[in-house]
């Protein structure tokens, strides 16, 4: 197969990862594990570099720029994984490391096989992508800009919040990451990666001096998979209206009104517990759909091989094909090849070329997650390419997708979503969350909460939290947006995994318009 880029010349891989010994080190330790008996063998070297600049009050709190470089082998052998990671860069180590990961096979064979199971790793097939090469969407590479001038932005943007009357403090944070992988397996596919993300963010805070009591609001400018630009490249806001546009977000725009929804929010009555028409905003709904549908749909979960962090999931495999999880308006993509999604890449961490897939269609759950040991495991052919490990001294495990739910293509705009509601809400923006082991029940609760009356916007209310069951609430679903109202958001640190491993998601939307949920008043509850 031909090298595979998705970005025009210009974008070329970082030369500092090229004059890495990348081949040579994957060549010793592959052909010492196949030596050794193993069935597969995969070498991974990742360079990756984190960036966070932090400003309180438009004055530097803190910085960082860390580097994490190493590799990994793995090995199947005897029907059991086995793992070992090293840093050191010569031919002689990474053929030691992978006589580590034979030993660490040859023991869990044992152990398995002492203990009566019959659990052997098997993996999916996968064509071979042979010399395969792939960076990610962006113009100006964040690590590229002067640091003077990254805090400069940060400061300019927190003194014009500070200069807004109500505003006590403004925090501003901005993460940046450059994530390089060179993968290789006995098979024969060698890929070359480098994608690049990024989170801008500011809060303003407004203090009552008398009381002590406050509220705060943050910027909706979600993570993306972009560059520089996304901070300093407007051309104008999207039709959907969050100020999205080709290169960027419209900075200008929100900052400018970020001080008065927070001074609305602060003389803002508490909400009157009880049952509503929802209209949700995507800068709010990515995130149930990540909590009651990304993590809910990851095979591992489902099969219980994931519980130990976050529990497992009420969508189990005996379901699939038949389980009504929404309305007949649902239909849900995982998706790793989205244009500037956080979880997208050319090749997952097992060789495997991501694709799009469904999840949920017309309401009914007819698709996971995969990584190859998965798809094996529950005969479901190719795995769609979801296994990411997010440094290489941990081993790959099944991580989320881009799980987006998909807009109507003719679907109404927010405005005309408001227009069938007669006692509602309007949430926008996303805040606290909390989900059971099994992604069932829940609350979450949104940054601001406008009331709709007969059709009509209102004003904002506050102390609310939206509580259900993922299906009660996907089945409650009654209008999907238009195109024009969707928009990718998502995270930097969705965790999963024991040790731990944190991984950035996207997730797409349009607004939403659910019927009859329970809001809860969250002062209410907190007095009981």
Request: hydrophobic share 40%; proline share 5%; aromatic share 8%.
């Amino acid at each position: 197969m031909p090298p595979i880029t998705s970005t025009p010349p210009g974008r070329p891989v970082d030369p500092l990862f090229l004059a890495l010994p990348l081949r040579q080190l994957a060549a010793a330790a592959l052909e010492r594990a196949s030596q050794l008996g193993a069935s597969h063998a995969d070498f991974r070297l990742e360079r990756v570099r984190s960036g966070t600049w932090r400003l309180r009050d438009a004055k530097p709190a803190g910085s960082s720029d860390s580097l994490r470089l190493g590799y990994a082998v793995r090995v199947v052998l005897d029907g059991a994984w086995g793992f070992a990671a090293g840093v050191d860069l010569t031919a002689q180590a990474a053929a030691e490391v992978a006589e580590q990961a034979v030993a660490v096979a040859r023991l869990s064979a044992q152990i398995s096989r002492a203990a009566g199971s019959r659990d052997v790793v098997e993996l999916a097939e996968e064509p071979v992508h042979a010399d395969a090469t792939w960076v990610s969407a962006y113009e100006i590479n964040p690590f590229d800009v002067p640091d003077a001038e990254k805090t400069g932005l940060l400061a300019e943007w927190s003194s014009r919040l500070l200069a807004a009357e109500g505003v006590s403090h403004v925090d501003a944070d901005l993460l940046t990451v450059q994530e390089n992988k060179f993968y290789a397996d006995t098979a024969g596919t060698t890929t070359t990666q480098q994608r690049i993300r990024l989170h801008p963010s500011l809060e303003a805070v407004s203090v009552d001096e008398r009381t002590g009591a406050f509220e705060s609001m943050r910027t909706l400018a979600p993570p993306v998979g972009r560059g520089w630009e996304y901070l300093t490249g407007v051309r104008g806001s999207s039709p959907g209206g969050h100020s999205l546009n080709g290169t960027g977000w419209d900075w200008q725009g929100e900052l400018a009104q970020l001080p008065e929804h927070l001074a609305e929010k602060v003389k803002a009555p508490s909400v009157r517990a009880g049952r509503y028409d929802l209209v949700i905003d995507p800068t709010n709904l990515w995130l149930t759909i990540h909590e009651s549908i990304g993590h809910a749909t990851e095979l591992d979960r489902a099969l219980g091989y994931e519980a130990a962090y976050a529990g497992t999931s009420f969508a189990t495999f005996d379901q699939l094909g038949t389980l009504r999880y929404g309305s007949e308006l649902m239909h849900v993509t995982g998706d790793r090849t989205a244009e500037h999604g956080l979880a997208t890449i050319g090749y997952d961490d097992e060789g495997v070329a991501t694709q799009s897939w469904d999840l949920i269609t017309d309401g009914v759950l007819t698709g996971y997650q995969l990584d190859r040991r998965m798809a094996k495991l529950k005969d479901l052919g190719r795995s769609n390419g979801c296994a990411f490990a997010d440094s290489p001294a941990h081993v790959p495990v099944q991580r989320m997708a881009n799980v987006s739910l998909q807009p109507a293509s003719d679907g109404p705009d927010t405005a005309e979503l408001f227009a069938g509601v007669e006692n509602g809400l309007y949430l926008v923006g996303d805040r606290s969350w909390s989900i059971d082991m099994q992604r069932y029940n829940f609350q979450f609760t949104a940054q601001r909460a406008y009331t709709i009356k007969n059709g009509q916007l209102g004003g904002q209310v506050k102390d609310f939290a939206y509580q259900a069951t993922t299906t009660d609430f996907w089945r409650s679903m009654r209008a999907v947006g238009g195109p024009q109202t969707y928009l990718l958001a998502g995270a930097f640190n969705c965790g999963k995994a024991q040790p731990g491993q944190i991984a950035a998601v996207s997730h797409g939307c349009p607004s939403a318009l659910f019927e009859q949920v329970n809001i809860l008043n969250t002062q209410q509850e907190a007095a009981h």
